[in-house]
């Protein structure tokens, strides 16, 4: 009988010190995987997802795709405008910090957010100041800045938030522009954008943006090419009029000729 008590009582010790060691083991795998996360964080920005080359050129891939077939879905042209840009960031970086107040930009990292706008002032503005036409941009399309996507996809931070700032300023573009958020003038914008930034986002949608256009719009021609886009000498040439002024801008596919 003794002897049998003291059998089970061996296995429960055997089995016991096998659970220890699993748990044991467990832990030092979330430790080691803890520490591995915190490498791949470490002076970056809160939400970035670290890829590799291999998986960001699959992320671009399919979000060309996906926002070929569906313009109006911002998060796969967010995700294109990440794992392509990253040339085209450096660029503007270099150029923000060449100039003074790129380089203030830099350093302070102002948004443009609902809570760091005063509405309340800009609707107090004249009609035809930058500020007043903003707010009336947001107000007559029903947007708000607070609806731009956080960059996840750009492997440096000061890169990171030039990205953001990009998409901030994009409706600003939209105001000075005087171009609406239907597709022919986003079409519009994002000439204007490739020629400034030179992200191949941009450009992408400059030049495949046309191919999704109702030929039954107003200013589209009978190939589905906006009037103001000419597709056999691969030039543009936007005629803005509106309460900010007027102007005309002409451009190849990614190089501005004049800006008057």
């Not at 089970?8 to 080691?32: D, G, T, W």
């Not at 992320?59 to 795709?65: D, P, R």
């Not at 060449?98 to 107090?124: C, F, H, Q, V, W």
Request: glycine fraction near 8%.
């Amino acid at each position: 009988m003794w002897s049998c008590l003291g059998k089970c009582f061996q296995r429960l010790n055997q089995r016991h010190y096998a659970l220890i060691c699993k748990v044991s083991c467990v832990q030092q795998l979330c430790s080691s995987s803890s520490e591995f996360t915190d490498s791949c964080y470490n002076g970056l920005y809160p939400g970035h997802i670290p890829t590799t080359p291999i998986q960001k050129a699959l992320l671009a891939v399919g979000s060309g795709v996906a926002a070929l077939q569906d313009p109006y879905r911002h998060d796969m042209v967010a995700v294109l405008g990440e794992t392509t840009g990253h040339l085209a960031l450096i660029n503007l970086r270099d150029r923000m910090r060449n100039d003074p107040e790129g380089y203030t930009i830099l350093i302070e990292r102002p948004r443009i957010r609902l809570s760091t706008l005063d509405l309340s002032k800009m609707a107090s503005l004249p009609d035809g100041s930058f500020g007043r036409e903003y707010l009336r941009f947001l107000e007559d399309n029903h947007v708000t800045p607070d609806t731009r996507a956080d960059v996840k996809f750009v492997d440096d931070e000061e890169l990171a938030y030039v990205m953001q700032r990009y998409r901030e300023v994009h409706d600003l573009l939209h105001t000075l522009l005087g171009m609406p958020t239907n597709m022919l003038g986003e079409v519009a914008v994002k000439w204007f954008e490739a020629a400034q930034t030179g992200l191949p986002m941009c450009a992408l949608g400059a030049v495949l943006g046309p191919l999704r256009l109702n030929t039954s719009w107003p200013g589209v021609d009978g190939g589905g090419f906006p009037k103001l886009f000419n597709h056999k000498t691969f030039t543009v040439t936007v005629h803005v009029s509106g309460p900010l002024g007027s102007a005309e801008w002409a451009a190849g596919p990614l190089r501005p000729q004049r800006l008057l």
